[in-house]
T-cell receptor, first 110, second 115 residues
């Protein structure tokens, strides 16, 4: 059974203080790893899809990287508007079911 | 355009009511999904439709009945719900599952409260 573990559960940063969120996974045959951002009471907003170890993608202050066992979401010089829950999810095998991690709740303080 | 729309945004219903949630996408995606999300938990998959046919049913109680009238629309019919069914209901869509087409795009959700 696929497993996804995110750490830390919660992270509090000062504005401008860079950090990384971790997503560790155990799957048989990774087809894709996804990062989403979710604001309270809203649907997850797609950020990145990664397919192969060594792959990296960037968008504004965010950069996602992938190894064979984990993915990192690096946040450079975060702003208060980056405060949200960040969800990691994996897709494996021949199915359409993704497995979500429990998320990291990020709070950026001005 | 990666927009999935859901109506209504909020729904309050009694345990004897019948209501429906609606989801629409115009991205040409052929897979559509219903998820349930409780507070501070990740989304839980309920149903998957692929090419308008039900392909995954995660042992969801029969008081939830999905329907896919065409490739752009997905409904979730609700009947005789329980208070514990109160949650955020999310719809998502993706192109059929080939590499590069797996990403699921989510709608804003419907906040359901069962009294």
């Amino acid at each position: 059974e696929d497993q996804v573990t995110q750490s830390p559960e919660a992270l509090r940063l000062q504005e401008g203080e860079s950090s990384s969120l971790n997503c560790s996974y155990t799957v048989s045959g990774l087809r894709g790893l996804f990062w989403y951002r979710q604001d309270p009471g809203k649907g997850p907003e797609f950020l990145f899809t990664l397919y192969s170890a060594g792959e990296e993608k960037e968008k504004e202050r965010l950069k996602a990287t992938l190894t064979k066992k984990e993915s990192f979401l690096h946040i450079t010089a975060p702003k208060p508007e980056d405060s949200a829950t960040y969800l990691c999810a994996v897709l494996s095998g021949g199915y359409q079911k993704v497995t979500f991690g429990t998320g990291t709740k990020l709070q950026v303080i001005p | 355009d990666t927009e999935v729309t859901q109506t209504p945004k909020h729904l309050v219903m009694g345990m004897t009511n019948k209501k429906s949630l609606k989801c629409e996408q115009h991205m040409g995606h052929r897979a559509m999904y219903w998820y349930k999300q409780k507070a501070k938990k990740p989304p839980e998959l309920m149903f998957v439709y692929s090419y308008e046919k039900l392909s995954i049913n995660e042992s969801v109680p029969s008081r939830f009945s999905p329907e896919c009238p065409n490739s752009s629309l997905l409904n979730l019919h609700l009947h005789a719900l329980q208070p514990e069914d109160s949650a955020l209901y999310l719809c998502a869509s993706s192109q059929e599952g080939r590499r590069g087409a797996d990403t699921q795009y989510f709608g804003p959700g419907t906040r359901l409260t069962v009294l």
